[in-house]
């Protein structure tokens, strides 16, 4: 029986992650977090059974406390009851799904305490990768990617370590605008980018994907994840989300991880590697699909990936800036207090005029945010 624990088990990937636990009948919820959904939450505490809990707001744990009273379940509240659950003694492994850099401090405590980490938060790579890689190497623990792309490149170089990789190809599907002009984007609503085509998100993850923010963090994550340069990371349009990445050899040989637009699929890889288990989900039949096809990326129209590459060619604490201007941004559109574009515009903005930190701790990574924050708060 592994024991596992859960950031964000409210969330998509917390939800799902649940759903592989329900399947597979041989892992065990030690402790988990939520955010604000607590009818949500005790369904699950009651059908899972954990020791320890955490939510955000205290207000929303004393409620908590008194409706799972007859549990003996500790619930906890805050950061501190974040960084609980992260470092859950019971537990061996911590699957990070909460949104955002609200993941670094829990995620660090879980290192520390000899946890393999099956990551879903990709802040902390972006933000914290040059803090997190050595110290993950310090403590002799895995990072396990849950993200489907980084599963799939994680998955084609199985047997391949030895080898040396000349380029990772980045699928990217390409997001509900794709194909459409600048202008045609200047009227599209919330509700329109809330449309992905392929895959079932949150909110947040489905706007990154409908401005390539998201495409643009990926290519953070994966340089941190697999040791590779910026130069060597392309990114490529794959509409039907069909191939998930690629990695491409010095021979100039191509492997590639492919499947259904399912998360459940990289969620079950991680908890279980190195070992696959039976996943009830359809298969692709290649006769009725007929075609993949492939195009490059409108960078023109979709600032946010090169936007994402300046920052991390810049380094230091400019893909926090990136990242937490893209946050505060999103939340602006998402309260329909700005329209699209403006997103990209305020991340680029916040680029050029933030104070530069070469080589931050977690601290100034952590101010760097609340002072991109703060920018855009007292502007909007």
Known sequence: MKKIAILGSTGSIGTQTLEVVRAQGDLQVT????????????QQIREFLPKN?????????????????????????????LIEIAADPDSEILVTAVVGMLGLRPTIAAIQSGKNIALANKETLVTAGHLIMP???EYDIQILPVDSEHS???QSLNGERANKIEKILLTASGGPFRGRTKAELEQVTLEDALK????????????DSATLVNKGLEVMEAKWLFGVELDQIQVVVQPQSIIHSMVQYEDGSIIAQLGTPDMRLPIQYALYYPKRRPLDDKR??????????????DTDTFRGLPLAYEAMTKGGNMPTVFNAANEAAVALFLQKKISY???????EECMNHSIFVAAPNVEQILETEVQ????IESRW
Not at 284 to 297: C, V
Not at 341 to 347: M, N, S
Request: glycine residues 8%.
């Open 196 to 207: 992905h085509p392929n895959w079932a998100m949150g909110k947040k993850i489905t706007v």
């Open 341 to 347: 574009l403006q997103i990209t515009q305020i991340i």
């Open 284 to 297: 692709l039949d290649f006769a009725k699909l007929g075609s993949i096809t492939f195009e490059e990326p």
């Open 53 to 81: 809990v955490a939510v955000w707001e205290e207000k929303d744990a004393q409620d908590l406390r008194t409706r799972v009273a007859d549990l003996g379940v500790k619930v906890h509240s805050g950061m501190d009851g």
């Open 372 to 375: 991109v924050r703060e920018s």
């Open 135 to 137: 110290m993950a190497k």
């Open 152 to 154: 799939a490149i994680f």
């Open 31 to 42: 402790a988990m977090a939520a955010g604000r959904n607590i009818d949500l939450f005790e």
